[in-house]
Nanobody
Framework: QVQLVESGGGSVQAGGSLNLTCVIS????????LAWFRQTPGKEREGVAA?????????QDSVKGRFTISLDDADNPNTLYLQMSSLLPEDTAMYYC???????????????????WGQGTQVTVRS
C-alpha cells in the first residue's frame, strides 16, 4: 500500500509558475510508475506527466516544454515533484498524484491503471 499526499496548488496569473509536491509513503516496489493527472468538472482525469524507476519520463503534448516531473530519489522515492511554468488558463484543474506497479508504457496516462491516489490539489490559472 502506498500513501500519497499532494500540496503546492494555488491561484496564479497566466504565465506564472507553480510547483506541486507529492509526498510518498509506504512500499514502492520495483517496476513502478509515478504520475501526475488532472481533472476538471465534467471531464475525465487526464495524464499530465509520468516517471518510472528506470528514469523514463512521459509528458502530455500540451505541457511539453512547460512542465517538469522529477523525484527526490529514484531508488527510494519519497517525494514526487511537478514544476509548472508558463501556465495557461486551460491548465486550471485539480491535480492528482498516482502510483502503481507494472503499468505498461503505452498505458501510463490511463487513470484505470493506477490504484494509489492522493486527495488532489487545486490549480487555478487566471487570465
Amino acid at each position: 500500500q502506498v500513501q500519497l499526499v499532494e500540496s503546492g496548488g494555488g491561484s496564479v496569473q497566466a504565465g506564472g509558475s507553480l510547483n506541486l509536491t507529492c509526498v510518498i509513503s509506504g512500499n514502492t516496489y520495483r517496476n513502478w510508475w509515478l504520475a501526475w493527472f488532472r481533472q476538471t468538472p465534467g471531464k475525465e482525469r487526464e495524464g499530465v506527466a509520468a516517471i518510472d524507476d528506470y528514469g523514463r519520463i512521459r509528458y502530455q503534448d500540451s505541457v511539453k516544454g512547460r512542465f517538469t516531473i522529477s523525484l527526490d530519489d529514484a531508488d527510494n522515492p519519497n517525494t514526487l515533484y511537478l514544476q509548472m511554468s508558463s501556465l495557461l488558463p486551460e491548465d486550471t484543474a485539480m491535480y492528482y498524484c498516482a502510483a502503481d506497479t507494472g503499468v505498461p508504457w503505452v498505458y501510463t496516462f490511463r487513470s484505470d491503471q493506477y490504484t494509489n491516489w492522493g486527495q488532489g490539489t487545486q490549480v487555478t490559472v487566471r487570465s
